[in-house]
């Protein structure tokens, strides 16, 4: 209807930082420290080091042409840990979520 008024939300300065970082800055920063730490924690595991990117990431690969396949064999189990999480977590939520609009 063209006589129809819209809320919009209260603009200000920090309107587009806000749209533009996807919520406040604070819990940006936090929800950004603590992937970086879960992230660190899964690329240390597989061995790289920070502080020596380069050589890590080429010991990564020289591993892995080194296990030949077994290489194929260990990221298969990794694959299916994880799966055993995954899929039914999956599966739940699909069930028992929230209903799809169309």
């Known amino acids: 209807m063209p006589n129809d008024v819209r809320d919009l939300p209260a603009g200000g300065q920090s309107d587009g930082l806000y ?9 940006v920063a936090f929800r950004l420290i603590l992937l970086s730490i879960l992230v660190g924690v899964v690329l240390a595991a597989i061995g790289l080091d920070p502080w020596n990117i380069l050589y890590s990431i080429r010991r990564l690969f020289q591993s892995l042409w080194d296990f030949g396949f077994d290489a194929i064999n260990w990221a ?27």
């Not at 749209?19 to 819990?27: A, T, V």
Request: aromatic share 16%.
């Open 76 to 102: 298969w189990r990794y694959f299916l840990l994880g799966a055993v999480i995954v899929i039914p977590i999956w599966l739940l939520s699909r069930l028992f979520g929230a209903p799809r609009g169309r």
């Open 19 to 27: 749209r533009f970082l996807g919520g406040s800055p604070l819990s």
